[in-house]
């Protein structure tokens, strides 16, 4: 038997020649799919690699290559699909604009649409790009490393990656410290007794905080000739059992103004302990009656 005759012969209703050809344009497609994605993905790689102004943004190269990779398996599933006896129309409605429209109500209906025009409006409204520090709602507090035609990621504190739809980030309320200035203000409280010579209890913070090496001078030049001190401490409230006194401490970002806070929170403590100034918290006296 040659080798025309092996291909004549018939499987499962099939001759043998069309399976060998159906499988070869596979593979073909499949190939040509798999190059194409990974010259797209190059291109893109070149592209961030670039200083100056030809210099891509991070953000919206990452958003732009996911879509374009999209596009280019939607066409080779259509040309897959051209191979299979029957299935030519619905090759043709893929590429088709009926049937790209067709595809859209689809994923309109499955929100998905809702969300790569979400990203859409992300990247190029730019509230927040990749690596910026934001606070979603008040709730999640984290660094944005990347977003796709789906989901904004975000890794927080603990390297949780949270993923946020993006048609629900466009309707949050985001707070981003890298927006602009990333100076970062620290609040650093405590609640002194009534007792307190207030005075020197502002002062002793005042001090602590200048000691610090994460503080940073955020005075305004006119603030400097007028003699405005570096760190502002005031009386905030009076409480039911203590006068809260607060400080304003400045650092470069807001990682280095959070462990600014919490060191200067340790630090004050142990500087009221050592000269005397109360930090009162709430005690209860027991009256213990004898029958």
């Not at 499949?30 to 100056?52: D, E, H, N, P």
């Not at 919206?60 to 996911?66: D, N, P």
């Not at 690596?131 to 709602?137: A, H, K, R, S």
């Not at 403590?269 to 918290?281: A, L, S, V």
């Amino acid at each position: 038997m040659n080798i025309n005759e092996l291909l004549d012969l018939t499987l499962f209703g099939f001759s043998l020649r069309s399976l060998v050809a159906f499988c070869l344009k596979a593979a073909v497609i499949y190939i040509f799919v798999r190059l194409v994605t990974a010259f797209v993905k190059y291109l893109f790689r070149r592209s961030l690699r670039r200083q100056g102004k030809l210099a891509v943004d991070e953000t919206k190269a990452g958003f732009i290559r996911q879509i374009v990779v999209a596009v280019v398996y939607i066409i080779g599933t259509a040309a897959f699909l051209s191979l299979i006896p029957g299935m030519e129309k619905v090759s043709n409605s893929i590429l088709a604009s009926a049937g790209i429209g067709a595809m859209a109500v689809g994923l309109a209906s499955q929100d998905a649409l809702s969300n790569i025009v979400g990203g859409l409006f992300i990247i190029f409204s730019r509230p927040f790009k990749v690596g910026d520090f934001i606070m979603v709602d008040d709730i999640i507090t984290g660094t944005v490393v990347e977003i796709t035609l789906r989901h904004t990621v975000i890794r927080n504190a603990e390297n949780r990656m949270i993923l946020i739809p993006n048609n629900k980030m466009n309707s949050s309320t985001v707070v981003n410290s890298s927006y602009g200035e990333t100076a970062t203000c620290a609040f650093v409280e405590v609640g002194v007794s009534y007792s307190t010579g207030l005075d020197a209890a502002m002062e002793a913070m005042r001090d602590e905080i200048m000691k610090h090496p994460m503080l940073i001078d955020h005075r305004s030049d006119a603030e400097r000739k007028a003699g405005a001190p570096e760190v502002v401490v005031r009386v905030t409230a009076l409480g039911d059992s203590a006068i809260t006194l607060r400080a304003w401490a400045w650092a470069s970002t807001p990682g280095n103004a959070f462990t600014m806070k919490c060191d200067l929170l340790k630090s004050v403590k142990e500087r009221f302990d050592r000269e005397g100034i109360e930090i009162p918290y709430p005690y209860f006296n027991q009256i213990v009656t004898q029958g």
